[in-house]
């Protein structure tokens, strides 16, 4: 299976050069002009890696890749910009990004970087494989799997589902499973996040122990009670 680069750039002629590098060496790509695209494609496809520009029209670069870190995306991020500053790349790197490539740039250094990014076994490791308890998640074979069980979910199932596993432990409000799942443009009624929890009960707790907690006036976690 070919390894899957989100490219990200406003300036046609950049996402296209860059684009078509990556295409020659065997990867699948894809583009986005602003961050909200950026944002949407990343959690929706799924790719095994971003190169990104911090000058967007709409999110910053760095702005996209702290939404990604905090939805739990460990998705290797390499920076191409003209911002040169020292101020920049430190914090480009600091946030959670992996390289930071400034333009003018060299094409095949760009290439050389992206293929390192995906190199990394550990980081291969995170992104395919999810687990809390007996349940299991394969990214790789978007299965998933609870008391040895196959459960079949809904393409939104499956991303609610997702959000709450990179986040095994950790509360997450109503608000944030709504700007992750549904998308930040979402303007809809956010009982719609209720519903879907308890679809994935229906679907996920049918067993013990029961993992999808609500914690009331918060929002929901995904955990083993104690």
């Not at 050069?17 to 494609?41: N, W």
């Not at 009960?201 to 009670?225: A, M, S, Y």
Request: aromatic letters at 8%; charged letters at 30%; a negative charge.
């Amino acid at each position: 299976m070919a390894d899957k680069v989100l490219v990200v750039d406003d300036e046609d002629n950049i996402s296209f050069l860059v684009a078509s590098a990556l295409r020659r060496e065997g990867m699948e790509v894809k583009t986005a002009a602003t961050g909200r695209d950026a944002l949407d494609q990343a959690i929706g496809w799924r790719p095994d890696a971003i190169v990104l520009d911090v000058m967007l029209p709409d999110l910053d670069g760095f702005s996209v890749m702290r939404r990604l870190r905090d939805g739990g995306y460990t998705v290797p991020v390499v920076f191409l910009t003209a911002r040169d500053r020292l101020e920049d790349r430190l914090q480009g790197l600091s946030d959670g990004g992996d390289d930071y490539l400034v333009k003018p740039f060299d094409v095949a250094e760009l290439v050389a970087r992206v293929r390192l990014r995906l190199r990394s076994p550990q980081d291969q490791t995170a992104r395919n494989h999810l687990r809390c308890a007996d349940l299991e998640m394969d990214l790789t074979l978007h299965e998933v799997v609870r008391a040895g069980q196959i459960v079949s979910l809904s393409s939104k199932e499956y991303r609610l589902l997702h959000y709450l596993l990179v986040n095994s432990g950790r509360i997450l409000t109503r608000s944030q499973i709504l700007d992750h799942v549904w998308g930040y443009e979402f303007d809809g009624e956010p009982a719609i996040v209720d519903t879907y929890i308890s679809y994935l009960r229906r679907k996920i707790d049918f067993v013990e122990p029961r993992l999808i907690q609500t914690i009331r006036g918060v929002g929901f976690c995904l955990r083993v009670e104690p």
